[in-house]
């Protein structure tokens, strides 16, 4: 009868750190994540398409509207390294911490965590178009481009190495 209890007991403490782990870490699609982890996210978030590889840009992306929407990873089957936002055409829409229709837009597609953490991240370096922020959880790089607005989400590991390369692309010729 003791084994049977503590059988019991075991379970349900283990069903309950599962229950708190799915409650405070929602699925969300994050540099450092499986690619397979943004794909099934990206499949519940209506603001985007479905995402398809493209063997030239080393990632999968996908177009819904005015909202373009990419992932890079280091393969197919990979690692996220870097996720990016592009609204055209909707010049109410800007990847500001003080643009409201922005911090939604990224609110809806992500969470308020990561809204918040934009909203309070804090520039550290502006190369070119590029303004580079860090966050507490991650770092972000917003950019005005044409007919549009781009918001970055890398992780907080690679802020210098990019930092760093858009420095090197402002003096040599860089695929981008």
């Given amino acids: 009868m003791f084994a049977r209890n503590k059988f019991n007991l075991l379970s349900t403490a283990a069903l309950s750190v599962c229950a708190i782990a799915l409650t405070v870490a929602p699925a969300n699609a994050l540099p450092g994540q499986?690619?397979?982890?943004v794909l099934?996210?990206?499949?519940?978030?209506?603001?985007?398409?479905?995402?398809k590889y493209n063997n030239e840009a080393h990632g999968y992306e996908g177009r819904n509207g005015n909202l373009?929407?990419?992932?890079?990873?280091?393969s197919e089957n990979g690692t996220v390294t870097k996720e990016g936002i592009t609204v055209s055409n909707?010049?109410?829409?800007?990847?500001?911490?003080?643009?409201?229709?922005?911090m939604k837009l990224l609110q809806?597609?992500?969470?308020?965590?990561?809204?918040?953490?934009?909203r309070n991240s804090r520039s550290v370096a502006k190369v070119g178009r590029d303004t580079f922020s860090r966050g507490q959880k991650f770092a972000y790089i917003t950019a005005e481009v044409q007919n549009g607005t781009n918001l970055q989400i890398i992780s907080l590991n690679?802020?210098?190495g990019e930092i760093k390369n858009a420095k090197y692309c402002q003096t040599h010729q860089c695929d981008l």
Wanted: glycine residues 2%.
């Fill in 34 to 37: 499986n690619i397979n982890t």
């Fill in 40 to 51: 099934n996210w990206a499949k519940t978030r209506p603001q985007l398409s479905a995402l």
């Fill in 68 to 74: 373009y929407f990419y992932v890079n990873t280091t």
């Fill in 90 to 102: 909707d010049p109410s829409i800007k990847f500001t911490t003080n643009n409201a229709k922005g």
């Fill in 108 to 118: 809806n597609i992500y969470n308020s965590e990561i809204a918040n953490d934009f």
């Fill in 158 to 160: 690679n802020l210098q």
